[in-house]
């Protein structure tokens, strides 16, 4: 991930975990030929979205997960909170348990 985004803002990730139970989702392309146009009107790129992977600790109930880049954490935040996504979002509810997380990309530890 970029350290910083276009004016020195530090850049953030969207990282969406589907948990347990994944449930058939009827209208799935509802919301998924929707999304990508949203995420790229807010400067987001995506990571990673599905594929593979292994959880290296804690209970595994991930089922499937999506991290998107955006050039800062407020751009991420709009996305997330846009009237666009929310209108595709009830699509993706009814697939499943979500978890969507907004990450900062910087250490934030202190030392």
Do not use: H
């Amino acid at each position: 991930m970029k350290a910083r985004g276009p004016q020195g803002e530090r850049a953030a990730t969207l990282q969406d975990w589907v948990m347990k139970p994944l449930r058939p989702m009827r209208n799935r392309v509802e919301y998924t030929d929707r999304v990508p146009a949203i995420v790229t009107q807010y400067g987001g790129t995506v990571l990673a979205r599905g594929g593979k992977y292994r959880v290296m600790a804690g209970p595994e109930n991930i089922q499937r997960f999506v991290v998107i880049e955006f050039p800062t954490f407020e751009q991420a935040v709009s996305c997330f909170e846009s009237p666009e996504y929310q209108e595709a979002s009830v699509f993706r509810e009814a697939g499943g348990v979500v978890e969507t997380v907004i990450v900062e990309g910087a250490d934030q530890t202190r030392r």
